[in-house]
């Protein structure tokens, strides 16, 4: 069991930056991938990042390569996705994710259903 606590969302402007963070509880958080999805109203959720429990190997949504960085923190049992560039597009609730689950291949870190455990999610706006 893992419990997951996100925060670091608000409101920012088109070009601007936030960072956002998800602290896990209990003393395994490295047997876990993690990821952040995020849903708009009338959306369905989407994939924006995810990071490996082991190598580090981080995979991205199209939209936000290059703008948006996943990293992991295992003596902070926190991991953070740094948001650079922000569009009005990414406005959106962020949720973080976490499975314990073998995850093979690219695909399946993209799919939420693979995720056991989610964050109450974060707001984020961005204003044009």
């Known amino acids: 069991q893992v419990q997951l606590v996100e925060s670091g969302g608000g409101l920012v402007q088109a070009g601007g930056s936030l960072r956002l963070s998800c602290a896990a509880s209990g003393r395994t958080f490295n047997t876990y991938a993690m990821g952040w999805f995020r849903q708009a109203p009338g959306k369905e959720r989407e994939f924006v990042a995810a990071?490996?429990?082991?190598?580090?190997?981080?995979y991205y949504a199209d939209s936000v390569k290059g703008r948006f960085t996943i990293s992991r923190d295992s003596a902070k049992n926190t991991v953070y996705l740094q948001m650079n560039s922000l569009e009005p597009e990414d406005t959106s609730i962020y949720y973080c994710?976490?499975?314990?689950?073998?995850?093979?291949?690219?695909?399946?870190?993209?799919?939420?259903?693979?995720?056991?455990?989610w964050g109450q999610g974060t707001q984020v706006t961005v204003s044009s």
């Open positions: 990071i490996n429990r082991s190598s580090g190997r981080t």
């Open positions: 994710a976490a499975t314990s689950s073998g995850l093979y291949g690219s695909s399946s870190y993209t799919t939420p259903r693979n995720y056991g455990y």
